[in-house]
């Protein structure tokens, strides 16, 4: 269950003792909050409101990380203010606990990332060439000069030249006629001005399979509310999760490139 869905904590322990769908669990969840059934029954369905000592002894049962703690506590003392001045400082305690959550979750990395020095990196994101034949190397069908050259539509020599660069940097490995990725992508800091150059290459890329019928371009500009900005980012991040977790379990036929854009006009 994602806790930063949610604006009203009752709603959340709600959700999470039907997802639980275990006898007894209102129970457990009054033992480790100190109180009685009978209360806690009263919480989820009534006036009365958890303390703040409950609320923190209820996210160790709940399993809460420190970020989805945090956010539960504030819900908890939302809930509880009682002037509209103390409800809007709440509110917007939690628009900034969610948004350094999303921006620590779009930061991620591997321990098995590269680091390029910045000249390096000038050189790998040129332009999408050079990524392209890096990942296209984990592809068995993209392994040797003329495959890559027929697959990039790109001249054998300047192949060459970017694979031998690639291979001066160990992230591609030859072996007889073949080249085989290493296994390492490239890790960027989440300032780094490289990544403003990678997104726009691969954009411009993009421009060039609008009118191929098996490409998916989706754009939308659309009205919503504030509150519901972070859901809609959140429901992206989630996605692109799901994604990651799928390309980790598939195997390595072909590339594809996926281009994400949500920003505020």
């Known amino acids: 269950m994602n806790i930063f869905k949610y604006d009203d904590y009752k709603k959340f322990l709600k959700d999470f003792i039907k997802n639980l769908n275990r006898r007894g669990t209102i129970t457990e969840?009054?033992?480790?909050?100190?109180?009685?059934?009978?209360?806690?029954?009263?919480?989820?369905?009534?006036?009365?409101?958890?303390?703040?000592?409950?609320?923190?002894?209820?996210?160790?049962f709940l399993q809460l990380t420190s970020f989805e703690s945090e956010y539960f506590l504030m819900l908890v003392l939302k809930s509880r203010a009682a002037t509209p001045k103390l409800k809007k400082f709440y509110e917007d305690s939690l628009k900034l606990i969610e948004a350094k959550y999303l921006k620590i979750k779009t930061a991620?990395?591997?321990?098995?990332?590269?680091?390029?020095?910045?000249h390096e990196r000038d050189i790998y994101y040129s332009n999408w060439t050079v990524p392209l034949i890096h990942i296209?190397?984990?592809?068995?069908?993209?392994?040797?000069?003329?495959?890559?050259?027929?697959?990039?539509?790109?001249?054998?020599?300047?192949?060459?030249?970017?694979?031998?660069?690639?291979?001066?940097?160990?992230?591609?490995?030859?072996?007889?006629q073949r080249y085989i990725h290493a296994g390492k992508n490239i890790h960027l800091p989440a300032d780094s001005?490289?990544?403003?150059?990678?997104h726009l290459n691969w954009r411009l890329k993009a421009r060039e399979t609008f009118n191929d019928a098996s490409a998916?371009?989706?754009?939308?500009?659309?009205?919503?509310?504030?509150?519901?900005?972070?859901k809609i980012k959140t429901q992206l991040l989630e996605f692109i999760e799901k994604q990651r977790v799928q390309i980790t379990k598939s195997g390595s036929e072909d590339v594809m490139i996926f281009c994400c854009d949500l920003f505020q006009a």
């Open 108 to 118: 991620v990395a591997t321990t098995s990332d590269s680091e390029l020095s910045v």
């Open 216 to 230: 998916l371009h989706y754009t939308s500009v659309f009205a919503v509310d504030v509150k519901d900005i972070n």
């Open 136 to 176: 296209l190397t984990s592809c068995p069908d993209y392994q040797t000069i003329s495959s890559l050259s027929t697959k990039t539509q790109m001249g054998n020599k300047e192949v060459l030249q970017i694979l031998d660069w690639l291979i001066q940097k160990k992230l591609v490995l030859k072996k007889e």
């Open 193 to 198: 001005v490289h990544n403003q150059i990678n």
């Open 29 to 60: 969840l009054a033992r480790a909050c100190a109180c009685t059934h009978s209360y806690l029954s009263q919480v989820l369905n009534e006036s009365p409101e958890l303390t703040p000592d409950q609320a923190l002894a209820a996210t160790d």
